[in-house]
């Protein structure tokens, strides 16, 4: 068996660990990376750009991140950490530009406007007060807030064409809002990794089994998927950037931060336009309201996408229930992944959330009619024969015991770590990608909090990201400073 020895082992090569491969060789070019991923191309599961909906998450459109509150509040609390989360990754992305790591921005992000749409008078109330506080805060200025039918008919023709008369109707509009090809992005970012001599990437190849090396570190078992043969790495770090395959890698670490840990899978389906002249007429990412019962994640918009360098509309997601934790996962992911630590918080959420349950069936059974009847909430006049049926990634949202041993269901993302800080696993999926440079980062404050102190790695992260530190909630000035720069290096500008 051979052994080879590394700095850094990242399992997966999706949004998550690229960003962490590429944070990482800037800080110390002399890191020596293993990149390890069981299917044959870089970016093929979640981040895959027909897997997720790409939409650069600032939460100007997404109103699940705007929870109403008693009668006529909101909170949007959440909306202004996510939106400056957004804004960490949107200046590394400048940095990547700027410094020739990427190419033009074109071939990953480009402009698409961010709409929030609603009818019926409780829902206009709701967006307005939405729109009030947001629009008072440095984070969300410039939007703009309308019910006048014949402005929407300008921002979204295809939504209000064959509408209902009468009907009382209300959006918001942030120009700069973004469409994302997170697997181009990718892609992207290991082919200029490629370049680098410390870094190697191996397609193909599973993790299969981790153990503490008596060395220090991580002594790790891959398997050739094509030859089945068996090599080993020893790793001073190791991240679990597997997506739905890192709960289980996390389980086989024994590391006891991994206790209680379970996951409960929730895969989705988008209906795909083939007709481009439907395309053509619309240039915006839509959000609605979510279904009474239904999860956060299976808000319903109609979105402009450009995937692989060709626009695309797109419309879902509807949500759906496998046990497969990954879309070339396996049934037996589900069941495999319960064990003594964590049956009892397993059991429980099964039990607490038999709506959520019963709400995923019933969407897997849905039949065509009622997917169209949906899309037509949206698009009024959309045809049937326009359309197909095209299935998305799977997420997998994480259960944890609670402090009486019972479970909770949580629809974020979580890096679980080991004290040592060798190893690190990302479990969730939500706001995902948008904020995979603010996730990196902690897991970068955590495991290698010296070399951060002593090696003039804050230095070089102020370099990539010159608000690391500071808050861009709290300091209007320097959200407007980064933002102009973010803006023009990356052509989100109207
Ligand atoms: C329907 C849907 C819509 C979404 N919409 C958005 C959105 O609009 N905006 C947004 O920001 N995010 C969105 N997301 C979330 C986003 O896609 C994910 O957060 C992100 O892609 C996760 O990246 P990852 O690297 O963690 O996982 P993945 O992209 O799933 O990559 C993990 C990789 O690990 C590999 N792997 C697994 N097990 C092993 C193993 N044992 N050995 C080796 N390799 C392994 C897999 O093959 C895979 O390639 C969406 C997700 C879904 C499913």
């Not at 790793?235 to 997506?243: P, Q, S, W």
């Not at 015991?401 to 890096?415: C, H, P, R, V, W």
Request: glycine share 8%.
């Amino acid at each position: 068996m051979t052994v080879k020895t590394v700095d850094a082992l990242l399992v997966g090569a999706g949004a998550m660990s690229t960003t962490l491969a590429t944070m990482l060789n800037k800080l110390d070019p002399s890191l020596e990376i293993c990149m390890v991923e069981r299917l044959d191309h870089v970016a093929h599961e979640s981040t895959d750009g027909w897997n997720n909906a790409g939409t650069g998450h600032a939460a100007y459109c997404e109103l699940n991140y705007t929870p109403e509150v008693g009668k006529n509040d909101v909170n949007i609390d959440k909306a202004l950490s996510i939106n400056s989360a957004f804004e960490v990754t949107l200046q590394f992305w400048s940095h990547l530009v700027k410094s020739g790591s990427l190419p033009e921005p074109e071939n990953f992000i480009n402009r698409t406007p961010h709409m929030s749409f609603v009818w019926g008078k409780k829902n206009v109330a709701f967006l307005k007060k939405r729109y009030e506080l947001m629009s008072a805060h440095h984070l969300f200025q410039g939007m703009e807030y309308s019910e006048d039918p014949e402005v929407l008919e300008q921002w979204m023709p295809l939504v209000m064409n064959g509408r209902k008369a009468g009907q009382p109707v209300a959006a918001t509009r942030v120009n700069h809002g973004s469409d994302c090809d997170f697997g181009s992005l990718a892609r992207l970012m290991v082919n200029n990794l490629e370049k680098q001599d410390s870094f190697e990437l191996k397609l193909a190849h599973s993790v299969e089994d981790l153990q503490r090396s008596s060395q220090g570190g991580w002594s790790v078992l891959l398997k050739d998927e094509k030859t089945d043969k068996i090599t080993r790495v020893r790793a001073k770090f190791v991240f679990l950037g597997a997506g739905g395959g890192a709960l289980p890698l996390l389980q086989k670490s024994e590391i006891p931060e991994s206790n209680g840990y379970g996951g409960f899978p929730v895969s989705g389906q988008w209906m795909v336009c083939e007709n481009e002249e439907v395309i053509e007429q619309h240039h915006a990412k839509v959000y609605g309201k979510a279904a009474i019962g239904a999860p956060p994640m299976s808000v319903p918009h109609l979105d402009t996408r450009v995937i692989n360098g060709k626009k695309a509309l797109l419309f879902g997601p509807y949500a759906g229930f496998t046990t497969k934790f990954l879309k070339h996962g396996s049934v037996m992911d589900l069941p495999g992944s319960i064990q003594s630590d964590n049956l009892k918080p397993m059991m429980s959420v099964g039990m607490k959330n038999m709506d959520l349950t019963k709400y995923l069936i019933s969407e897997v059974f849905q039949s065509m009619k009622s997917r169209m009847s949906s899309l037509k909430d949206y698009l009024p006049e959309a045809q049937d024969k326009d359309w197909k049926l095209a299935n998305a990634g799977q997420r997998v949202q994480i259960i944890k015991k609670d402090a009486k041993g019972k479970g909770s269901l949580e629809f974020g993302t979580e890096i679980v770590s080991c004290e040592d800080g060798t190893l690190a696993a990302l479990l969730g999926a939500s706001p995902g990608a948008s904020t995979a440079t603010q996730t990196m980062i902690d897991v970068i404050e955590r495991c290698f909090a010296e070399q951060l102190e002593n090696n003039g790695w804050k230095e070089k992260m102020i370099e990539m990201i010159p608000s690391y530190g500071q808050s861009l909630i709290e300091d209007g000035e320097l959200l407007g400073q980064v933002r102009k720069m973010t803006l023009e290096t990356l052509k989100l500008n109207a």
